[in-house]
């Protein structure tokens, strides 16, 4: 049965960490001017309250992973960190200006790229200067993604003295000829290094992402690479399916073929036998591709209801603002997204002349924020219910048939006024909010914009 719904389901999808999509934004109602006024809006009406979160995108890679989908730079040239972090602190200088107050934040993301290839002095220079113009809510989460082969003790402990009590490592497969495949040579002591280090400095979640359904992965691949990993015990997990979008300009996906990438019938065996092997130890699944022990914040949040998802997927916490600093990096005021340029010399070449470096990005209108609702109570809650009297099922028909198909393949429970997804629906939420997306529905896109949703 499981194989007829992976076969029936399989399609190209969103991974909704946005809706609208950013496929379809739309540049005709988008302007810099109106993203501004929608961040000041969303600023003055939840900075005092809950705070705003940043994500600040560090680009630069000593090595190119072949199955990184990431905006990225590769170089050894190290000289190149400065001049990037004094563009950021620039960035975020331009934000500062248009509030009426300090910022409060509440939550802090370095992503990339690496962010262990800046060194720990200049990691920490960046953060001091932002948090000497900022103020700090009461329960805020500072995280960062650490390499483990770069990670330093130095790195750790600099990061932990001004606030970092996160690490999420890249871990991806153990297996040699994986690794081999996806350019990540990477032993398992170094990874326990890493984890432990973290761990002795005070950290008080450490994290491990995973990947399934990497070129040459096999059934026995995934279980070796769980096994070690539950050896470790890392506090929270992203097990999630390898997104091949090779057609994606310098993703650097290349350097095997789609033949050699496994089926998505064995894709789905490989994420049900993680999840099992991760239940004997009691890891917890949150929402979708997500796993965390009890203790662990995230496993609170989705008990509490506060679970929330965005550009930088599942957090404990939900930030009306979340504001992104660096190359490529999105920002989100509820009311609309942008996103930075992309090319390092375009990012520095705004900032010169005082523009924050936005090329693109969407204002949203009220059919947008209602859907866009549903969409994050079913990543998160994995429910949603039809409250809102502006938009209910009878005005989305095409949403209500494709909701009814699902009903009868067992994957979620549509009642008066609201649906559930089942225990068997919840491996294809995509594909449940793919229902919602009308945008999607209205204009099938005419190449591949998505990976397969399983």
Sequence with gaps: MLKSLVNKYNIAGPRYTSYPTVPYWSQETFSLKKWKSSLIQSFKESNSEEGISLYIHLPFCESLCTFCGCNKRITKQHNVESPYINAVLKEWHLYLELFDEKPIIKELHLGGGTPTF????????????????????????????????????????????VGFRRVSYGVQDYNPTVQKAIHRIQPFENVKEATELAREIGYTSVGHDIIFGLPFQTLQHVEETILKTKALLPDRLAFYSYAHVPWIKGNGQRGFDDADLPSADLKRKQYELGKELLAEVGYKEIGMDHFALTTDSLFTSMINGDLHRNFMGYTASKTQAMIGL??????????GFSQNVKGVESYYNLLKDNIIPVYRGHILNDEDLVIRKHILNLMCQFETSWTNEKLNFNDLPDTLIKLKEMEKDGLLNIYSNKIEVTQKGQPFVRNICMAFDVLLQRKKPDTQLFSMTV
Excluded: C, M
Aim: charged share 20%; net charge negative.
């Design 326 to 335: 660096g190359v490529s990096s999105i920002s989100d005021s509820w009311y």
């Design 118 to 161: 800046f060194s720990p002095e200049n990691l920490k220079r960046l953060i001091t200067f932002i948090l000497n113009t900022s103020k700090l809510a009461p329960h805020h989460e500072f995280s960062f993604e650490g390499h483990p082969n770069n990670t330093t003790r130095e790195h750790l402990q600099a990061l932990y003295d």
